[in-house]
Structures are given as structure tokens and as C-alpha cells.
């Protein structure tokens, strides 16, 4: 058996290369970026920046053909993170959505590896945190909501679509510093995790959780329906149309701002050339009217760090962000 | 066929399944004690794989207890070719991209159709073609691609 | 009404010629992708965005395109569920337990006509359902908090002992184990890896259709080993389905049923088509107690499951539109489509883009139709494909799934994964373990464990909070109730075998 199947193997070999006539590669060649991972379920921010920037991409003949956008949900990004590093960490024609959310979880150590592990492109936009109520909810304003936190931080339940210590809690958490709870009382604000800012929102809705903090981006839709109440944005400043009546955290007082950039990075294998070629593709985009409009349809406010420049901004958004866990005590 | 097959009316193999499904669950629950609770959550990442695996461990038990019918296990010469089945598949995913997917899909269309029983009159000539009809399948119509061979493009 | 006029124009611009070709061409090619196992609606769907792009077809008529190929795949998911005990999909799990012994006596052409009706039937409901009460019902569906999911979990897997004809025991040994291996992988709310052993290929846990394809399809082939291989394979007898869709009017009540249930489990976001067809399956089983023969080829056992997976396919349309949550994998596929035609679906779509939706709807419909006049050519089609030898049609079967699975990540992992699956699959079937239950357990641990955390995180630690809600006792009492008559009927059972 061993011998025939020697054999047959040989026999099948040559034939299959007579028979269809091989041509010989060309050595791999930098090609244009083909797939884009959002690392979580359609629907959500990731996903959205890999849909809307892989279909600009194709629409201004940035790429041949089309960009393919996987999704690998898991581990707020931490599966595709390990996908990159072990498997992918040379292909240039990937690049992985990412955003605050995911750079927080780097700060406190939850991906398999550190900003080291990969090769950041570029941010197109920022996102900004917003803090919801129910359209019938008691609290008609932020003073008010915070105020019942700070009497008694076990009365209110809040939810988001990160993790307790996850970036939409960090920012729930630093209103309701600023507005006096103590931190040895943190613990007993109660915080929810559902899948994304909708879930959220939705479960708001039905009476389940009391406020949500989250980004604006996603549940944009919400507030122009009128079915939540937002009682801050978290800019500094008053946002664009349609968005401008919405008051600001810090025009009431609070000196708390919560942005979250959509941006992306590929593996830490990738050429300086590839790389640098990544990175003009991206900027082309941001410099399309295509993409103000794309992003102000989605409440995004444009904002360009590509490169190197991009690089740093991330290294110190790590720093900051694992001082900030330290100081409320997601991290020891 | 049925030399094949050995009859036994024991029940041991509802036995030995309980005392391996009852090791898996006392190992998932000590395991489940190492999962750090993380910060903020009154139900940690442990609790959940506890709560299933006590429920698993004494049904485990129960099955140990009180085994149904046993039945009927491959003879020989089945469990041969279910081995070489298995064998010959594992080795198609380990080779599948060291050697291309051609070379090796046609060893194993080949292969797997010997030991499902065709003469190498029939598995030679149909194993090609089904190889081929898979690779036209996956890497055109489906637009899939597939692990070429070492220094070609195909 | 404001709705039936937009529904009306929306099967206006659905019936035009042009998009009643591509409604055809997308539902042959779907049942193609989704007979081959290991293949499903994401390769369907993925395979057919570019090309819809690239001939710049209008936004409707790309919807439509995909629309049918979507449903063509959850059709063909059924049609190697009946013939090849292979499902395609994972909702077209259920539809293996009747369906393939309907197959081996000889009715399989039957099975395939009944099923079409039946979904039809379903997805005509759901059409209905969605028309009439979207607003209403998801007044309803934001009524289910976290605990009131839990609660719904449990009720499933309550009723878990009565899928199949086996042992109670067996059957939650089966779906503990599922349960178990759900948790496997980075637990996404404390990111801490479970039960992965240092392998980073199980950070993202293991994936239900490898699952599937390995405890369904390579289990068939090693059992196939030893108990065909060297018989006279006498071709299958598929028939024609005719009889099956006149047989659907003896149905009605099952299918009617079963459209119900899949509906209701669809509206529910997070519940799904899985939890829909499993439902179905189940309490229509226990409807009939020990008149039915389910298990054992009894035509209810598969118009209850393939009426409840296409209403909750189409239930499931309400929060994914309404609120832009995808509820199951199946929506999710339709919200990544829309997606990429810039469409954001949420509480405002409705009001703002009022012929998408309803054309959607239509589409959808259309597409029904047309899988249920396909039927007929199509399983005449696949007689034809099950009268090749064993020694041609097992590998097969064995390869395309194995090539499929490859084709998801490019992973031989995934391949050995699938592999282990097989043979603890076949083991399971040796020792009359069922395997539905481990992929339930699969498919549905992680929500179930989620919206527990979830439940005490908003209580602060008070398990209290899970029976806290008259919805959520209620789904107890049910779930209760049917353990309760579950039992009851195997006493009885075996007091007269005694």
C-alpha cells in the first residue's frame, strides 16, 4: 500500500502539472490592501469603519477590486489581535480596525501582546462618548443623574458595550469623579456589558439599566427619534449639525472629555515600504470629500494621524490610559 | 458484514464513557477555580463552566450507575479503515499547504475513495476528477483561494 | 394603511422580469452553495457582493440577488439534512432527525416538497407578523431583559430531553457537554482564556460549524465504514415531492404551529432561528406524546422545524431593522449587506427609508416563492447526484466539507478540530448519545452564560433578580411544566413496554 500510494502520488504529480500547464509565480509583490478585519459583529463602530472605508476605498480606485471585511468578534479584539500576530503578521494587504476601545484594552493588558506586537497606519476620525437616558427617565439632566450616583452609587445601574474597566466605563466613571464619588465607592456603581452601543441602548429602553455611557456614533439614531434623552456629550466643544444642541459635559461643569478614533493598524511584520504605502492609500481617503461626508453622516468628526505620528499618539494614549485604570483601579 | 461486527451485551461502554465524561467535569471545575474574577463583576468567568460541569459530573455518575444497552463496535477490519480514514485526512490538513492544494487534495480524492471501497480502475480516473472538479469549485466559482504549490500559482 | 400601500409597491418593483431572473438565479446557485456541507449563506453572500458591485446593479436589484441566494443556501442546508443526514446550516439541524429516515424509506422526495411548504408557510407568517405589528413587537421584545433570556435558555435546554427518542440522561450529558464546550475561549467580559491550554487558535472558541460538519458529516463517513461499505448500495429512492406538498395540508396544524413559535423566537433579539426550529421541533413532539412517531421519519418532525426556522428568519427581521440588532447569525449576514449599501438600519428606518424595507420584505417573499416552484426540478436534480456510487458520492461529501471548513480561516486547525469532532461524534452515536444537544449547548452557551453575568450585574450580586419578573417566572413554570410531562410520558412509556 505504502509503495502504491508512492506511486500514484508521483504519477498524479507529473500529470497534474503536464496536464495544466503551470506558469511560475512572480516573487510576492507589495499589492494593494484587499481585506480589512473589524474585529466584532456587523453593526457595530469596527465594523462600520471597515465597511464605509473599504467601500470608499474600491469607489475612489484606491484598491483593485474589492475589500473584503471579515469579521472576528472575541475578547474586544483580542482574537483578531492573535490572528495578526500568529498567522498574519507579514501581510500587507490586511489591515484590522481599531479604535480607543481597543487600544484601553492594550493599556490594561488584556491582548495577547503589546503596541510593539503591531504596525499602527493611521486614525481617519474620532467618535465621542455620550451619556443616554431613557426618554422617561427621572433624570432630565446630568447634574441630576450624578448627583444620585454620588448619594448613593448603588442606585443607579449603567451600561455600555465594553467591559467593566473598558473604555465607555472609564468614561462613566471619570463624570462621575469629577462630580465627587469617592474611589473607594467606585465599586458600587453597577456596570452592564451587552454586545455594542444598540444592545445598549435598547435594553435602556425596555427599563433593564438605568443610564448608558457609549458612543455617539452608533446609536445616533436613537437620539434623532427622540426614544433617549443624551445629557452630555463628552468634547470640548458643542458638536456639529445635527448634533450642535446637545450640551456638553464640561458647559456643565464637568471637565471630562471622552473621544474614541477609529483607526487601524496591520501586522508588525509588514515592510517600512508596504507600510508607507498603507499609510498613502489611507491619507488619499481622508483627503476625499467622500470621507467628510461619510463621516459626518455617521457623527464622526474627521481627524488625520497617519504613520509614524500615528505611531507615538498611540504609544501615549497607552500611557495615559493605564494611568487613568490605575487611578480608578481596573488595574493593580 | 457481520464478521465484521462483535456483538457485546455488557454495558461497557456506557461505563467507560461515564467514569471519561466524569473526569472531564471534576477537571473543568478545578480548572474553572485558576479563572481570575476581573474587576467589577459579581459573576466571575469560573461560575458558568461550575455550573455546568456539576450537572455533567453527576449525570457522568449516573450513567456509570445505571449504563443502558451497549452496542455493537467495529471489528477489525472496519476499525482499520476508519483509522485510515482518519489518517489519511489528518495528514491531508497537515500537508495541505506545505505541498499545494492540487498535489494533495488528488492524493487524498484518490485514497479515500480506495478505501471506500472503489478498485484503483475507478479511484484513479474519478479521485483526478474529483479533485479537480473541487479545486474549479473553491478557487473560480467560489472565489476562495487555496494554498498553491511551493514556487507556482497554482 | 399606510404599510400595505408601501408593501404593495415594494412587490411592484420585486415582480418586475429583470428582478424575478436574478431572484432565480440567486435561489439555484444558493441551493447549490448550501447542499454542500460545510458550506453556508456566508460564502453564498460573500461570493455575491462583488459580483452584484461589479455588474452595478441598482440597490434593489442587488438585495434582491442576495436576498435569494441567502434563502437558496438555508434551503439547500435542508436538502443534505434529509438526504445525507449532513446539515448544511446549523438551523437546518432539527430537520436531520425525521427528515433522513423519511430519506432511507424511501420518501426523501417527500420530505424535500413538505419542508419547501413549510417554510413557505413560515415565511408567509412572518411576512404577515412583521406587517401588522413590527411597532408592537418591539415594544414586546425590549420587555426581555437579561434575565428574562436566561430564563428562555433554560427552558430550551429544559425541554432538551424530549429531541430525541433516546435516554433523558443521555440527552443532558449531551448538552452539559455542549454547554462546556461553549465556554472554551477568551471569555469576552473579563478577557481571561478559558480552557485553551496556551493554544491561541481557541481564543476565539470553537467555531459551531466546524462543530457541526465534524459531529454530523465525518461521523456519517466512519459509520458509513462499517455499516454500508460493503453492501450492495441500493440507490436511495428520493420520489418525487409532489406528494410531500400535498401531504403539507394534513400538516397544516404543525406547520401552523411551528410558524408561531419560530416567529415568536425570531422577534426576540438574541434568541434566533436556531432556538426557533429547536422549539418548534420540541413541543410539537411533545404535542403528540406517543401518538407521533417522531425520530423515526414522521413528516411533523420536519414541517414543525422548517416552518419555525423560516418564521424566526423573518421575526428576526424586526429587531434587526427596528434597532439595528442582529439577532442570529442569519440577520447578522443580512445587516452586513445592508450595511455595505449604506443602509443603517435602526428606529428611524421605518420612517425614513420605508421602500428598502418593505422591498426587503418583498424580496424576501419572492424568494420563497421561488424556492418553493424550484422544488420540484431540483429534487429530481438531486435523485439524480444520490445515484452515484458511495465509493464517489462519500468522498465526496467528505471533501467539499473538509475543503469548506479550510476555506473559513485557512486554518488546519480548524481542519484537526473537525476531525476530533467526527470521532467523538461517531462515539456519541455508538453509544446513543444524541449530537444535537452538544451543538445547541455550542450555538447557544455563550448567550446563555452572558445574559446571566449580565442578570448580576445589574442585581449587584442578588441571584433573586432572575426570577424577579412575571415574564421570566413564566417561561419557569412552562419549562417546569414540560419537564413535568416529559416525565410523565416516559413512566408511562415504560409501564407498557413492562
Same mark, same amino acid.
Given at each position: 500500500?505504502?509503495?502504491?500510494?508512492?506511486?500514484?502520488?508521483?504519477?498524479?504529480?507529473?500529470?497534474?502539472?503536464?496536464?495544466?500547464?503551470?506558469?511560475? /509565480?512572480?516573487?510576492?509583490?507589495?499589492?494593494?490592501?484587499?481585506?480589512?478585519?473589524?474585529?466584532?459583529?456587523?453593526?457595530?463602530?469596527?465594523?462600520?469603519?471597515?465597511? /464605509?472605508?473599504?467601500?470608499?476605498?474600491?469607489?475612489?480606485?484606491?484598491?483593485?477590486?474589492?475589500?473584503?471585511?471579515?469579521?472576528?468578534?472575541?475578547?474586544?479584539?483580542?482574537?483578531?489581535?492573535?490572528?495578526?500576530?500568529?498567522?498574519?503578521?507579514?501581510?500587507?494587504?490586511?489591515?484590522?480596525?481599531?479604535?480607543?476601545?481597543?487600544?484601553?484594552?492594550?493599556?490594561?493588558?488584556?491582548?495577547?501582546?503589546?503596541?510593539?506586537?503591531?504596525?499602527?497606519?493611521?486614525?481617519?476620525?474620532?467618535?465621542?462618548?455620550?451619556?443616554?437616558?431613557?426618554?422617561?427617565?427621572?433624570?432630565?439632566?446630568?447634574?441630576?443623574?450624578?448627583?444620585?450616583?454620588?448619594?448613593?452609587?448603588?442606585?443607579?445601574?449603567?451600561?455600555? /458595550?465594553?467591559?467593566?474597566?473598558?473604555?465607555?466605563?472609564?468614561?462613566?466613571?471619570?463624570?462621575?469623579?469629577?462630580?465627587?464619588?469617592?474611589?473607594?465607592?467606585?465599586?458600587?456603581?453597577?456596570?452592564?456589558?451587552?454586545?455594542?452601543?444598540?444592545?445598549?441602548?435598547?435594553?435602556?429602553?425596555?427599563?433593564?439599566?438605568?443610564?448608558?455611557?457609549?458612543?455617539?456614533?452608533?446609536?445616533?439614531?436613537?437620539?434623532?427619534?427622540?426614544?433617549?434623552?443624551?445629557?452630555?456629550?463628552? /468634547?470640548?466643544?458643542?458638536?456639529?449639525?445635527?448634533?450642535?444642541?446637545?450640551?456638553?459635559?464640561?458647559?456643565?461643569?464637568?471637565?471630562?472629555?471622552?473621544?474614541?478614533?477609529?483607526?487601524?493598524?496591520?501586522?508588525?511584520?509588514?515592510?517600512?515600504?508596504?507600510?508607507?504605502?498603507?499609510?498613502?492609500?489611507?491619507?488619499?481617503?481622508?483627503?476625499?470629500?467622500?470621507?467628510?461626508?461619510?463621516?459626518?453622516?455617521?457623527?464622526?468628526?474627521?481627524?488625520?494621524?497617519?504613520?509614524?505620528?500615528?505611531?507615538?499618539?498611540?504609544?501615549?494614549?497607552?500611557?495615559?490610559?493605564?494611568?487613568?485604570?490605575?487611578?480608578?483601579?481596573?488595574?493593580? | 458484514?457481520?464478521?465484521?461486527?462483535?456483538?457485546?451485551?455488557?454495558?461497557?461502554?456506557?461505563?467507560?464513557?461515564?467514569?471519561?465524561?466524569?473526569?472531564?467535569?471534576?477537571?473543568?471545575?478545578?480548572?474553572?477555580?485558576?479563572?481570575?474574577?476581573?474587576?467589577?463583576?459579581?459573576?466571575?468567568?469560573?461560575?458558568?463552566?461550575?455550573?455546568?460541569?456539576?450537572?455533567?459530573?453527576?449525570?457522568?455518575?449516573?450513567?456509570?450507575?445505571?449504563?443502558?444497552?451497549?452496542?455493537?463496535? +467495529?471489528?477489525?477490519?472496519?476499525?482499520?479503515?476508519?483509522?485510515?480514514?482518519?489518517?489519511?485526512?489528518?495528514?491531508?490538513?497537515?500537508?495541505?499547504?506545505?505541498?499545494?492544494?492540487?498535489?494533495?487534495?488528488?492524493?487524498?480524492?484518490?485514497?479515500?475513495?480506495?478505501?471506500?471501497?472503489?478498485?484503483?480502475?475507478?479511484?484513479?480516473?474519478?479521485?483526478?476528477?474529483?479533485?479537480?472538479?473541487?479545486?474549479?469549485?473553491?478557487?473560480?466559482?467560489?472565489?476562495? +483561494?487555496? +494554498?498553491?504549490?511551493?514556487?507556482?500559482?497554482? | 394603511?399606510?404599510?400595505?400601500?408601501?408593501?404593495?409597491?415594494?412587490?411592484?418593483?420585486?415582480?418586475?422580469?429583470?428582478?424575478? !431572473?436574478?431572484?432565480?438565479?440567486?435561489?439555484?446557485?444558493?441551493?447549490?452553495?448550501?447542499?454542500?456541507?460545510?458550506?453556508?449563506?456566508?460564502?453564498?453572500?460573500?461570493?455575491?457582493?462583488?459580483?452584484?458591485?461589479?455588474?452595478?446593479?441598482?440597490?434593489?436589484?442587488?438585495?434582491?440577488?442576495?436576498?435569494?441566494?441567502?434563502?437558496?443556501?438555508?434551503?439547500?442546508?435542508?436538502? =443534505?439534512?434529509?438526504?445525507?443526514?449532513?446539515?448544511?446550516?446549523?438551523?437546518?439541524?432539527?430537520?436531520?432527525?425525521?427528515?433522513?429516515?423519511?430519506?432511507?424509506?424511501?420518501?426523501?422526495?417527500?420530505?424535500?416538497?413538505?419542508?419547501?411548504?413549510?417554510?413557505?408557510? *413560515?415565511?408567509?407568517?412572518?411576512?404577515?407578523?412583521?406587517? #401588522?405589528?413590527?411597532?408592537?413587537?418591539?415594544?414586546?421584545?425590549?420587555?426581555?431583559? %437579561?434575565?428574562?433570556?436566561?430564563?428562555?435558555?433554560?427552558?430550551?435546554?429544559?425541554?432538551?430531553?424530549?429531541?430525541?427518542?433516546?435516554?433523558?440522561?443521555?440527552?443532558?450529558?449531551?448538552?452539559?457537554?455542549? &454547554?462546556?464546550?461553549?465556554?472554551?475561549?477568551?471569555? %469576552?467580559?473579563?478577557?481571561?482564556? @478559558?480552557?485553551?491550554?496556551?493554544?491561541?487558535?481557541?481564543?476565539?472558541?470553537?467555531?459551531?460549524?466546524? $462543530?457541526?460538519?465534524?459531529?454530523?458529516?465525518?461521523?456519517?463517513?466512519?459509520?458509513?465504514?462499517?455499516?454500508?461499505?460493503?453492501?450492495?448500495?441500493?440507490?436511495? @429512492?428520493?420520489?418525487?415531492?409532489?406528494?410531500?406538498?400535498?401531504?403539507?395540508?394534513?400538516?397544516?396544524?404543525?406547520?401552523?404551529?411551528?410558524?408561531?413559535?419560530?416567529?415568536?423566537?425570531?422577534?426576540?433579539?438574541?434568541?434566533?432561528?436556531?432556538?426557533?426550529?429547536?422549539?418548534?421541533?420540541?413541543?410539537?413532539? @411533545?404535542?403528540?406524546?406517543?401518538? *407521533?412517531?417522531?425520530?423515526?421519519?414522521?413528516?411533523?418532525?420536519? $414541517?414543525?422545524?422548517?416552518?419555525?426556522?423560516?418564521?424566526?428568519?423573518?421575526?428576526?427581521?424586526?429587531?434587526?431593522? =427596528? !434597532? *439595528?440588532?442582529?439577532?442570529?447569525?442569519?440577520?447578522?449576514?443580512?445587516?452586513?449587506?445592508?450595511?455595505?449599501?449604506?443602509?443603517?438600519?435602526?428606529?428611524?428606518?421605518?420612517?425614513?427609508?420605508?421602500?428598502?424595507?418593505?422591498?426587503?420584505?418583498?424580496?424576501?417573499?419572492?424568494?420563497?416563492?421561488?424556492?418553493?416552484?424550484?422544488?420540484? %426540478? #431540483?429534487?429530481?436534480?438531486?435523485?439524480?447526484? #444520490?445515484? $452515484?456510487?458511495?465509493?464517489?458520492?462519500?468522498?465526496?461529501?467528505? &471533501?467539499?466539507?473538509?475543503?469548506?471548513?479550510?476555506?473559513?480561516?485557512?486554518?488546519?486547525?480548524?481542519?484537526?478540530?473537525?476531525? $476530533?469532532?467526527?470521532? !467523538?461524534?461517531?462515539?456519541?452515536?455508538?453509544?446513543?448519545?444524541?449530537?444535537? %444537544?452538544?451543538?445547541?449547548?455550542?450555538?447557544?452557551?455563550?448567550?446563555?452564560?452572558?445574559? &446571566?453575568?449580565?442578570?448580576?450585574?445589574?442585581?449587584?450580586?442578588?441571584?433573586?433578580?432572575?426570577?424577579?419578573?412575571?415574564?421570566?417566572?413564566?417561561?419557569?413554570?412552562?419549562?417546569?411544566?414540560?419537564?413535568?410531562?416529559?416525565?410523565?410520558?416516559?413512566?408511562?412509556?415504560?409501564?407498557?413496554?413492562?
Amino acid at each position: 500500500m505504502p509503495i502504491s500510494t508512492q506511486k500514484t502520488l508521483r504519477s498524479l504529480g507529473a500529470s497534474a502539472l503536464l496536464g495544466l500547464g503551470l506558469a511560475v /509565480s512572480l516573487p510576492s509583490q507589495a499589492l494593494p490592501i484587499d481585506e480589512c478585519i473589524a474585529p466584532a459583529d456587523p453593526g457595530g463602530g469596527w465594523d462600520f469603519t471597515c465597511r /464605509s472605508v473599504g467601500k470608499l476605498m474600491r469607489e475612489l480606485d484606491l484598491v483593485d477590486g474589492n475589500v473584503q471585511v471579515t469579521n472576528m468578534p472575541g475578547g474586544v479584539g483580542a482574537v483578531a489581535f492573535s490572528n495578526v500576530a500568529g498567522k498574519r503578521a507579514d501581510d500587507s494587504n490586511l489591515m484590522v480596525a481599531t479604535s480607543t476601545v481597543g487600544v484601553t484594552q492594550i493599556a490594561q493588558g488584556r491582548y495577547p501582546g503589546g503596541a510593539d506586537t503591531m504596525r499602527w497606519l493611521a486614525m481617519l476620525g474620532t467618535d465621542v462618548g455620550v451619556i443616554l437616558v431613557d426618554d422617561e427617565s427621572p433624570y432630565e439632566t446630568l447634574d441630576q443623574l450624578l448627583e444620585a450616583i454620588v448619594e448613593d452609587p448603588a442606585s443607579v445601574a449603567m451600561a455600555g /458595550s465594553s467591559g467593566a474597566g473598558g473604555w465607555d466605563h472609564i468614561r462613566a466613571l471619570r463624570l462621575a469623579k469629577a462630580a465627587g464619588l469617592p474611589g473607594d465607592q467606585i465599586g458600587a456603581l453597577r456596570w452592564v456589558q451587552f454586545d455594542g452601543g444598540g444592545p445598549a441602548v435598547t435594553q435602556m429602553m425596555g427599563g433593564h439599566v438605568d443610564a448608558v455611557s457609549t458612543d455617539l456614533g452608533e446609536i445616533a439614531g436613537f437620539i434623532e427619534s427622540g426614544d433617549v434623552r443624551a445629557l452630555a456629550v463628552l /468634547s470640548e466643544e458643542p458638536l456639529p449639525e445635527p448634533f450642535e444642541t446637545l450640551p456638553t459635559a464640561v458647559s456643565q461643569g464637568y471637565d471630562v472629555t471622552g473621544y474614541n478614533w477609529r483607526g487601524f493598524y496591520t501586522g508588525g511584520e509588514v515592510s517600512d515600504e508596504d507600510y508607507a504605502a498603507m499609510v498613502e492609500t489611507l491619507e488619499t481617503l481622508y483627503e476625499s470629500d467622500e470621507w467628510k461626508d461619510v463621516a459626518a453622516q455617521n457623527g464622526l468628526v474627521p481627524l488625520w494621524r497617519g504613520g509614524e505620528e500615528f505611531n507615538d499618539f498611540v504609544r501615549e494614549s497607552i500611557d495615559d490610559v493605564e494611568a487613568i485604570s490605575r487611578e480608578i483601579g481596573v488595574i493593580q | 458484514m457481520s464478521d465484521e461486527v462483535s456483538a457485546t451485551s455488557t454495558a461497557h461502554g456506557d461505563r467507560i464513557a461515564g467514569v471519561v465524561l466524569a473526569v472531564l467535569a471534576a477537571g473543568a471545575w478545578w480548572h474553572a477555580q485558576t479563572f481570575v474574577t476581573g474587576f467589577m463583576q459579581p459573576v466571575g468567568p469560573g461560575v458558568f463552566p461550575r455550573l455546568v460541569s456539576v450537572p455533567l459530573g453527576l449525570l457522568a455518575v449516573y450513567l456509570i450507575v445505571r449504563p443502558g444497552l451497549d452496542h455493537r463496535w +467495529p471489528g477489525a477490519a472496519a476499525l482499520c479503515r476508519q483509522l485510515g480514514v482518519l489518517l489519511l485526512l489528518g495528514g491531508y490538513a497537515a500537508f495541505l499547504e506545505s505541498w499545494g492544494f492540487l498535489p494533495s487534495t488528488l492524493v487524498a480524492t484518490v485514497v479515500l475513495m480506495r478505501l471506500f471501497g472503489a478498485s484503483w480502475r475507478q479511484a484513479l480516473p474519478y479521485g483526478v476528477l474529483l479533485g479537480l472538479a473541487l479545486y474549479a469549485l473553491f478557487e473560480f466559482a467560489l472565489g476562495i +483561494p487555496l +494554498p498553491n504549490i511551493p514556487g507556482l500559482s497554482v | 394603511m399606510e404599510i400595505l400601500a408601501f408593501l404593495a409597491h415594494g412587490f411592484a418593483v420585486a415582480l418586475q422580469p429583470e428582478h424575478l !431572473l436574478l431572484a432565480l438565479i440567486g435561489c439555484t446557485i444558493g441551493t447549490l452553495i448550501g447542499a454542500l456541507p460545510g458550506l453556508g449563506p456566508v460564502n453564498g453572500v460573500a461570493l455575491l457582493i462583488p459580483l452584484a458591485f461589479n455588474f452595478g446593479l441598482a440597490p434593489t436589484a442587488a438585495l434582491i440577488l442576495l436576498v435569494s441566494v441567502y434563502y437558496g443556501c438555508m434551503y439547500g442546508g435542508r436538502i =443534505s439534512s434529509i438526504v445525507l443526514n449532513i446539515p448544511g446550516d446549523e438551523p437546518a439541524m432539527m430537520t436531520t432527525l425525521d427528515g433522513y429516515p423519511m430519506a432511507r424509506a424511501g420518501r426523501g422526495g417527500e420530505a424535500l416538497g413538505l419542508s419547501a411548504v413549510a417554510s413557505f408557510v *413560515g415565511a408567509t407568517v412572518a411576512t404577515i407578523g412583521l406587517t #401588522l405589528f413590527a411597532p408592537l413587537l418591539v415594544k414586546v421584545a425590549i420587555r426581555f431583559g %437579561p434575565a428574562e433570556y436566561f430564563a428562555l435558555f433554560v427552558l430550551a435546554f429544559a425541554t432538551i430531553g424530549g429531541v430525541t427518542s433516546g435516554s433523558f440522561t443521555k440527552s443532558f450529558i449531551a448538552a452539559c457537554l455542549g &454547554l462546556l464546550l461553549g465556554t472554551v475561549g477568551i471569555d %469576552p467580559v473579563s478577557s481571561v482564556a @478559558r480552557y485553551t491550554f496556551g493554544w491561541y487558535e481557541l481564543y476565539d472558541g470553537i467555531d459551531y460549524i466546524v $462543530a457541526l460538519v465534524g459531529l454530523f458529516a465525518v461521523s456519517e463517513c466512519l459509520l458509513f465504514l462499517e455499516r454500508d461499505r460493503d453492501k450492495a448500495t441500493a440507490a436511495m @429512492r428520493i420520489g418525487s415531492a409532489i406528494p410531500g406538498m400535498r401531504r403539507s395540508f394534513a400538516c397544516a396544524p404543525t406547520i401552523g404551529r411551528g410558524s408561531v413559535i419560530g416567529f415568536i423566537s425570531g422577534v426576540l433579539p438574541g434568541a434566533g432561528a436556531s432556538l426557533g426550529s429547536f422549539l418548534s421541533y420540541v413541543l410539537e413532539k @411533545r404535542w403528540w406524546g406517543a401518538k *407521533g412517531k417522531f425520530g423515526e421519519g414522521d413528516p411533523r418532525g420536519v $414541517a414543525a422545524p422548517e416552518a419555525g426556522n423560516n418564521a424566526a428568519a423573518g421575526g428576526a427581521l424586526i429587531p434587526m431593522l =427596528s !434597532l *439595528g440588532i442582529p439577532g442570529s447569525g442569519t440577520t447578522a449576514i443580512l445587516l452586513a449587506l445592508l450595511l455595505s449599501m449604506n443602509i443603517t438600519p435602526g428606529p428611524l428606518l421605518f420612517e425614513q427609508q420605508p421602500d428598502m424595507v418593505w422591498g426587503l420584505v418583498a424580496a424576501l417573499f419572492i424568494g420563497n416563492v421561488m424556492l418553493l416552484v424550484l422544488n420540484i %426540478p #431540483l429534487v429530481g436534480f438531486f435523485a439524480k447526484v #444520490l445515484q $452515484a456510487p458511495s465509493w464517489f458520492l462519500m468522498p465526496m461529501v467528505t &471533501l467539499v466539507a473538509f475543503v469548506g471548513i479550510y476555506s473559513l480561516n485557512n486554518s488546519p486547525f480548524d481542519l484537526y478540530m473537525m476531525l $476530533a469532532f467526527g470521532v !467523538l461524534g461517531y462515539v456519541l452515536r455508538k453509544l446513543d448519545i444524541p449530537t444535537v %444537544p452538544v451543538v445547541l449547548g455550542l450555538l447557544l452557551g455563550g448567550q446563555m452564560e452572558f445574559n &446571566l453575568r449580565r442578570a448580576m450585574s445589574i442585581s449587584g450580586g442578588d441571584w433573586s433578580i432572575l426570577w424577579s419578573s412575571g415574564i421570566s417566572i413564566g417561561i419557569y413554570l412552562f419549562a417546569i411544566a414540560l419537564l413535568l410531562a416529559g416525565l410523565v410520558y416516559a413512566l408511562l412509556i415504560r409501564k407498557r413496554l413492562e
